[in-house]
């Protein structure tokens, strides 16, 4: 079997497969020797089904089953020992690919046009300045979080009149137009009507202030204009809501509301375990903390974002640009089209540019991942999902289990590999720019990832 690289230019290239008879004559030979000690076939003992017969009934599916083999096969390993970097997946030339006849062809030859990715130097140096944002950690922005802490481990209680984020519950009537109750119109028991999502203004006062057993007559049409919340609450699908005809007699069973947490040891003790934190002073240190931490997260990841958009700008090279769109148009056809594929190209190539700079970045600067970082990694991610579920005191062994099933999963692990390799990539910029550090409010912050 012969295989050859021709180059069309400095970015794209063809590969020649030439597969003769004697490159496959054997394999199909023993694949056939080998459905003839299986073949079972009426007339015939087991294993002694003509071998002329087996040809005429299996030759052609084999030779094509270990032609795409060996192409395949002699394809990858040409390319790997060649140490071709390549853009995307080797496509048939549609030009000098010639027509195959497997029923007459003895000798194939194949022919796949690559993309080459092209050779990208790249330099960073404490000449490159970068701005590095910071979240100003002020008084006003702790309350925030303490106020977060004392809602999320706050109690339902009852109260004794409606207020503005009550959730009622009652039982519903349907009402005719003259305000009678329909003996076969829809009706509702212990149905939870939420101030929260009350859209209109003039049913909010109406029922602010009712009391437990006062039967009040509301619009629920008005108050629910989602066609979706209201057949929720009614329990019927929204094809059966007419409109003009949503007015119920409401009696009012229960009044409930959610109380805050008391900032106190209890309260301390549910958000970070028995005896972690002992007076507010700590409890507010160990927010600042928290919030510090994880808006640097913030801060580095703004920071990746800048010295993407910075690097793409400042190495300039050439891409295979009409291999790039036959290829994507190919892979994803029936899902992109043309003006599909142009409207988006200029981001598409910018991704593909910022792909060839990380892998010169990691190879330049040495840059390893190492698996134990990766289940660290996973560990953390674990965590701060249990936290915003209210577990914050998670067992050692829990993260572990829960980790080991999210790396199982190959999208998954691949996400987390990435993350990490961003992650030192920052660290590098970090480490090696001028950063220029600029604190701001949260919600100025918030603003810079708008765009």
């Known amino acids: 079997m012969q295989v050859t690289k021709e180059n069309k230019d400095d970015l794209q290239a063809m590969i020649r497969i030439k597969v003769e008879k004697s490159d496959y004559e054997q394999q199909i030979t023993d694949k056939l020797k080998d459905y003839k000690k299986k073949a079972n076939m009426p007339g015939f003992r087991p294993g002694m089904v003509p071998m002329g017969m087996i040809r005429r009934m299996y030759y052609k599916p084999v030779l094509l089953e270990e032609i795409n083999r060996l192409v395949s096969e002699s394809l990858t390993k040409f390319i790997e020992d060649e ?28 022919v796949f046009d690559i993309g080459l990715a092209p050779e990208i130097e790249v330099n960073i140096s404490e000449k490159d300045k970068l701005p590095y944002y910071v979240i100003d950690t002020d008084k006003d922005l702790i309350d925030k979080h303490v106020d977060s802490y004392a809602s999320q481990f706050g109690e339902m209680i009852s109260g004794e009149e409606v207020q ?27 149905a939870s009507l939420s101030m929260r999502v009350i859209k209109d203004e003039e049913i909010k006062k109406q029922l602010t202030g009712s009391k437990i057993g006062e039967v009040l007559q509301i ?4 108050a ?23 007015h ?31 007076s507010e002073e700590e409890f ?26 910075k690097m793409i700008g400042k190495v300039k090279t050439e891409l295979p640009e009409d291999f790039i769109r036959r290829w994507l148009l190919k892979s994803n056809e029936g899902k992109m089209t043309e003006e599909d594929l142009e409207k988006d ?20 600067f040495e840059l390893k991942v190492e698996p134990g970082e990766v289940e660290e990694l996973a560990k953390q991610q674990v965590q701060m999902q249990f936290r915003q579920y209210g577990m ?24 987390l590999y990435e993350q990490k390799f961003q992650e030192k990539i920052t660290g590098l910029v970090k480490e090696t720019v001028k950063l220029e550090e600029k604190k701001l409010k949260e919600e100025e912050f918030a603003k810079l990832f708008e765009n």
């Open 248 to 278: 119920f007699q409401l009696t009012i069973e229960e009044i409930n509301r959610w109380k805050k947490a008391e900032i106190n040891q209890e309260l301390y003790d549910k958000a970070f375990g028995e005896g972690e934190i002992t």
């Open 164 to 190: 503005e984020e009550d959730v009622i519950k009652g039982n519903l009537s349907q009402l005719s137009p003259e305000g009678e109750i329909i003996d076969e119109g829809i009706s509702v028991e212990n």
């Open 392 to 415: 914050g005191n998670v067992p050692e062994e829990h993260l572990n289990n829960y980790a080991g099933e999210m790396l199982k999963k190959d999208q998954e692990r691949r996400r």
């Open 345 to 364: 190209f200029s981001k598409i190539k910018d991704d593909l540019k910022w792909q060839l700079i990380q892998d010169a970045l990691i190879k330049k």
């Open 83 to 110: 140490e071709l970097n390549i853009l995307g997946e080797p496509m048939a030339n549609e030009e000098e690919q010639k027509k195959i006849d497997f029923d007459t062809q003895e000798n194939f030859e194949f």
């Open 219 to 222: 619009d629920l049409e008005k």
């Open 284 to 309: 507010r240190n160990r927010l600042k903390e928290e919030i510090e931490k994880a808006y640097a997260q913030n801060s580095d990841y703004k920071l990746f974002l800048d010295i993407k958009e």
């Open 224 to 246: 629910f204009p989602s066609e979706a919340e209201l057949a929720q609450l009614l329990g019927i699908e929204k094809e059966n809501i007419e409109p003009g005809s949503m």
